[in-house]
């Protein structure tokens, strides 16, 4: 092992250097190869541009099998690069997703396991742990600009600020969502702030943040630069202007029209991005990563998760599996679609690595640098094990072979993925030893995990009987018919209709909703 790991220390001319993949059990921090690479002379570092979208299915652009919905933009960076068909994030949810994308840790490490609710009832702590070092801090350290444009959901005091978290800049919004239109703007809490500034955005919030992405870029164009575009489309509240929804005329369905014109809108976003990034003379050194931040919430938005079974907020493979491309002109293969698992929390090392940048064992990262396994230098596999944990909601998947538990189901579920992509067989009876093996390497690492620091609690948990404004609009929002009740068509996640639904007659009033939320919630 020494010999192989000084032999990858020597490559000095390349722009990368591997680190080691995880321990094959997840039983203890994946060590790291603290490797440097070193730049030629007349070589500029990279630069890296991460493209987060929000409740985008696994199926839901025209790579990913989508066929009423044209994402050429989208694509375009799994076609000149790498499309991760096995690609996950940490988790079925936004927030704690996101704070494993930026420090390359399992969230539930530090505490960040669920979503803190709206602003006016999120737990005084909540916030992205001032402990852990983001992929913005490293980035900077290593001379780049660095850049967020959308969507936080990591903290809503002062001292959580994208600005106070490596991000040299900040236009966006630090809450879970937001509207898209002037008009509505009221309607979502959490205003649109440039640094730490209020304003008012007269334009669709999608061509907002393109805009901005751009103007970022270019103001940047003479050093290395890191930007992390983190669009709210395709998240509710569905709202999208004429110019797109003029696209889909022939799409008679309101809601599917209104997400199709929506997700239309973020693909000209991204292609304002690719134009710039060649307008610059820098498409060749860049890195771009795409991803979404978890599956897609299915009747909702109709978003699609096919093949995979479930939807945002579960730990079937429809919550977790996501769209997830890299792009390296001249670095990593084109064209490639690589099956093996990776995870988000990968961005973080592989990142850092192309930077120049080191990664030693005293990190503590869970990702690992995926460059040398796309260009086939590391024949091996990224991560031989995945884990998940949201409350009493986990999942650990193990070469082909997946558990999963989900609150109010009976027993834990056992399936294989190469065989049963929809897990639709529960092999937990046929193949008991199978199910213990992976109970065993999960209890194993969920012993090494913290506290959560906070569960979601609704506006009513903290309010007066009546309940909270917030809780109220997202009812309303929900409420397609505004009958004033939620059918399971209109909150479409069974187990947890099932127990809001307190009297049985199939559907849900606002005061079964307060009752439900005033203990502790650990979903969306």
Not at 285 to 299: A, E, H, K, V, Y
Not at 320 to 330: A, E
Not at 444 to 467: D, E, F, I, M, Y
Request: net charge neutral; charged share 25%; hydrophobic share 35%.
């Amino acid at each position: 092992m020494s010999e192989r790991r000084n032999a990858r220390i020597k490559l000095t001319r390349r722009d990368f250097l591997t680190i080691s993949g995880a321990a094959a059990a997840g039983i203890a921090f994946p060590s790291a190869i603290a490797a440097q690479a070193v730049p030629g002379p007349n070589k500029r570092k990279p630069n890296i541009v991460l493209i987060l979208a929000d409740d985008l299915g696994y199926a839901g652009l025209g790579v990913q099998g989508c066929t009423d919905i044209r994402t050429p933009n989208i694509d375009s960076i799994a076609k000149n690069g790498v499309r991760f068909t096995n690609g996950y994030v940490s988790c079925p949810l936004c927030s704690p997703t996101r704070a494993g994308l930026l420090t390359g840790r399992y969230q539930q490490r530090f505490g960040h396991e669920f979503n803190p609710g709206p602003e006016s009832s999120a737990h005084p702590d909540f916030g992205l742990p001032l402990t852990e070092v983001t992929i913005a801090d490293r980035l900077k350290s290593l001379g780049y600009a660095t850049g967020i444009v959308g969507k936080w959901h990591l903290g809503y005091k002062p001292q959580f600020h994208p600005q106070k978290r490596g991000f040299d800049e900040f236009v966006g919004f630090l809450a879970g969502a937001h509207s898209y239109l002037p008009a509505t703007e009221a309607r979502m809490s959490g205003s649109i702030l440039r640094g730490t500034e209020a304003m008012n955005e007269p334009e669709y919030l999608t061509d907002a943040f393109a805009r901005d992405a751009v103007s970022f870029m270019e103001r940047h164009k003479s050093v290395p630069f890191f930007l992390y575009l983190a669009f709210n489309a395709v998240h509710t509240p569905l709202q999208a202007t004429e110019k797109y929804l003029s696209r889909f005329s022939a799409i008679t369905d309101g809601t599917r029209r209104t997400h199709a014109a929506m997700l239309s809108a973020m693909d000209d976003a991204v292609g304002a991005v690719l134009a710039k990034l060649r307008e610059i003379e820098a498409e060749k050194n860049t890195l771009i990563f795409f991803m979404s931040d978890n599956g897609g919430p299915t009747r909702q938005t109709t978003s699609s998760n096919a093949p995979l079974r479930g939807y945002k907020g579960q730990m079937f493979e429809g919550g977790i599996r996501v769209p997830f491309f890299v792009q390296w002109k001249g670095q990593v293969p084109s064209g490639k679609i690589y099956d093996h698992p990776v995870t988000s929390l990968d961005i973080y090392p592989t990142a850092v690595v192309a930077a120049g940048g080191m990664v030693p064992p005293d990190w503590k990262l869970d990702g690992v640098n995926l460059v040398p396994y796309l260009t086939g230098e590391n024949a091996g596999q990224p991560h031989e094990t995945l884990y998940w944990r949201m409350g009493a909601n986990h999942a650990i998947r193990h070469a082909d072979w997946k558990l999963v538990v989900e609150r109010g189901e009976p027993r834990p579920r056992l399936f294989n993925l190469a065989d049963d992509i929809g897990e639709k067989n529960d092999l937990s009876d046929k193949v008991p030893d199978k199910a213990k093996e992976l109970d065993t390497l999960w209890q194993t690492w969920n012993a090494q995990l913290a506290q959560p620091k906070w569960v979601r609690q609704a506006a009513s948990a903290q309010g007066p009987a009546s309940g909270g404004e917030a809780l109220q609009l997202r009812f309303r929002a929900l409420d397609r018919n505004n009958d004033g009740k939620l059918t399971s068509e209109e909150f479409p996640r069974p187990q947890v209709f099932k127990q809001m639904d307190k009297d049985g007659d199939g559907v849900v009033t606002f005061s079964e909703t307060q009752e439900h939320l005033r203990g502790p919630v650990t979903r969306e």
